[in-house]
């Protein structure tokens, strides 16, 4: 059973801002890189932003600058922020860690909308 909640996502203007947060359970979350993944309509799903459980981060080149993940310990939660929205950004988000990615369990994900 999958244990990923993704929350967070809407509507927003191009430019403007949105904070993603994933709540998932201990056993899935301290032992496993954590990521953020996106699906457009019409387009495979690609990896977002990683965070290592040493907090290492690791983005994608079309985020960089733009986009935050961190890890939240006391609430085994990742959270996305993402600032400087545009509307290539607009897409179903999803966490995930690597274990969960490698076995094809994702969760429902968020929608993220961003209009010009």
């Known amino acids: 059973q999958v244990q990923l909640v993704e929350s967070g996502g809407g509507l927003v203007q191009a430019g403007g801002s949105l904070r993603l947060s994933c709540a998932t359970s201990g056993s899935i979350f301290r032992f496993n890189v954590m990521g953020w993944y996106r699906q457009a309509p019409g387009k495979r799903r690609e990896m977002v932003a990683r965070?290592?459980?040493?907090?290492?981060?690791y983005y994608a080149d079309f985020v960089k600058g733009r986009f935050t993940i961190s890890r939240d310990n006391a609430k085994n939660a990742v959270n996305l922020q993402m600032n400087s929205l545009k509307s290539d950004d607009t897409a179903v988000y999803y966490c995930?860690?690597?274990?969960?990615?490698?076995?094809?369990?994702w969760g429902q994900g968020t929608q993220v909308t961003v209009s010009s």
């Open positions: 965070i290592t459980t040493d907090a290492l981060t």
């Open positions: 995930n860690s690597d274990k969960g990615t490698r076995e094809g369990n």
